[in-house]
Every structure is written in structure tokens, then in C-alpha cells.
């Protein structure tokens, strides 16, 4: 469950980031970087709390944080690329 909502934070960040980019016109051309690096510090925070106070290896952490990481960063990859053909 946990996972899960850690998952759609990374999406709420990135709609965040997404209305945000039509106030700042360089946010638009810079909309994915800049919400992959945050979103990477917010994943590694994630990673570190689990290791540090739920007491779960690094080993059992990377499979998580790998799909933590990159499954709302290749659906904002997604949905910036069908932006940028239309």
C-alpha cells in the first residue's frame, strides 16, 4: 500500500509540475528533467527511510525503488512526448 501511494505522489508531482509549466515558459521545455530529478531525490528519500527506520536491506529496497522511480517518470515521459507531437 505504501507503494503505492509513494507512486501516485510521483504522479501528483508531475500534474503539479505540468500546470505549473504553463506559468513558467522554460519549466515547458524543461518539464521532464526537472520533475525526474525531483522526483529521483524524493525516491532515494524513500529508499533511505525504508532502509534506516523500517530496517529492510538495500538489496530488498532497489527492486521498489526502481518501480517507485520509473513507473511515474516513463508515464511523464508518456504523456510530455504526446504533448510535444500534437
Keep these: 500500500m505504501h507503494t ?9 508531482l ?3 509540475l505540468a500546470l505549473t509549466a ?8 524543461h518539464l ?3 520533475f525526474a530529478l525531483l522526483w529521483f531525490i524524493a525516491s532515494a528519500i524513500n529508499i533511505t527511510v525504508g532502509i ?3 530496517g ?4 530488498a529496497e532497489l527492486p521498489i525503488f526502481f518501480v517507485v522511480f520509473l513507473l511515474p517518470v ?3 515521459w508518456m504523456v510530455s512526448h504526446k504533448r510535444q507531437r500534437q
Design 4 to 12: 503505492l501511494t509513494v507512486i501516485l505522489g510521483g504522479l501528483l
Design 14 to 16: 508531475f500534474a503539479v
Design 22 to 29: 504553463r506559468l513558467i515558459p522554460w519549466l515547458q521545455h
Design 32 to 34: 521532464l528533467a526537472v
Design 52 to 54: 534506516v527506520h523500517a
Design 56 to 59: 529492510y536491506s538495500f538489496m
Design 74 to 76: 516513463a508515464l511523464a
